[in-house]
């Protein structure tokens, strides 16, 4: 276990709709990161949070938009759904600081029909 | 443009062999190098960190090399097991400024063991 929790572990929905996945990060675990795995692709970085803001952003579409709250735990927002974001949708965590270890949830397994 | 390169891109070995995964990096500023090990569906699990000045690091049967100068890495893998079939992935880290990184992964190197 990796202290990571991300809610739902599975999630069907149908294209048009609006989704919300959540992480709740490692105790003390400053910054938050979220990836998107489609199926017998790599880890695609989506987008950071360090304590509360954002600090960096990879392909991210427009369609998709996260937070981090006070309490630290975050959240990602997926709308307008297609069947192409059906994938596997990763949130890790870091303590933030450099040479710190990353620890990763289970993830969430989107499927857009 | 920060890129992390892995060699091969999948690898079918026999139960009890030993193998060499690649990682080839473009990263800049360079903080550390992570190796990943990724079953299927699952979130990745770290398997070894290393910094600048660390040469070689290993935990358990696997051990990582780093060579700064050249921006290689590998992992080792002795006497293979079953459980070792896998997804391994070379993620490296940029020192983003202040007391953050960024996390830049490469796609990794599919591993089947064979009986």
């Known amino acids: 276990d990796s202290g990571v929790t991300q809610t739902p572990k599975h999630l069907i929905t149908a294209t048009g709709q609006r989704v919300t996945l959540r992480c709740s990060p490692r105790s003390g675990d400053l910054s938050v990161y979220w990836y998107q795995q489609s199926l017998d692709q790599g880890l695609q970085f989506l987008i950071q949070?360090?304590?509360?803001?954002?600090?960096a952003k990879g392909n991210i579409l427009e369609r998709f938009s996260a937070q981090q709250f006070p309490d630290l735990h975050s959240e990602l927002n997926l709308s307008s759904l297609e069947l192409g974001d059906s994938a596997l949708y990763f949130c890790?965590?870091?303590?933030?600081?450099?040479?710190?270890?990353?620890?990763f949830g289970q993830g969430t397994r989107l499927t857009v029909v | 443009k920060n890129q992390v390169e892995q060699s091969p891109q999948s690898l079918i070995i026999l139960e009890g062999k030993n193998c060499t995964l690649q990682c080839n990096y473009t990263v800049s500023p360079f903080s550390n190098l992570r190796w990943y090990k990724q079953d299927t569906g699952r979130g990745p699990v770290s398997l070894t960190i290393m910094t600048f000045s660390e040469n070689t690091k290993s935990n358990g049967r696997y051990t990582a090399t780093l060579d700064a100068d050249t921006k290689q890495s590998s992992l080792h893998i002795t006497a293979s097991q079953l459980s070792d079939s896998a997804s391994y992935i070379c993620v490296v880290s940029a020192a983003w400024g202040g007391a953050t990184n960024k996390l830049i992964f490469g796609t990794g190197t599919l591993l089947a063991v064979q009986p």
């Open positions: 949070y360090y304590n509360g803001e954002e600090r």
């Open positions: 890790a965590s870091s303590a933030g600081t450099l040479n710190t270890e990353a620890f």
